[in-house]
């Protein structure tokens, strides 16, 4: 779990962006997850965008990882969770290695 890298809050919207490292959730190493915790709460829910990419490994040369899932979640007045889901795009064949998510999210301050 992290924190956005840059956070500029400008007329009441923010922008948030970073590199947050990818897990291998219980489902197997065919899947990644990252989840971003940012401190504020939107209006409503902020655009987000966001790519995967291998940091590390012979086994992840060649293999692709989409976002297949991205969810947002206000935790309290203060604080919002990104949660995002990827999996290999060859369906349920495991991948070792690191993967990193970039991403972008710009949303209207609450």
């Known amino acids: 779990m992290g924190k956005p890298d840059v956070l500029l809050r400008l007329n009441g919207s923010a922008i948030c962006a970073g590199v947050e490292r990818m897990i291998v959730p219980q ?7 990252a989840e971003i915790r940012i401190p504020a709460a939107f209006t409503q829910r902020p655009t987000v965008t966001a790519t995967c990419h291998a940091r590390s490994g012979p086994g992840t040369i060649g293999a692709v990882f989409g976002v297949f899932n991205i969810k947002v979640n206000r935790l309290s007045d203060d604080e919002t969770q990104v949660a995002i889901q990827a999996t290999n795009v060859q369906s349920g064949v495991p991948v070792e290695g690191d993967f990193d998510c970039d ?8």
Do not use: N
């Open 103 to 110: 991403y972008v999210i710009i949303g209207e301050l609450a």
């Open 27 to 33: 489902g197997g190493a065919h899947v990644r997850a």
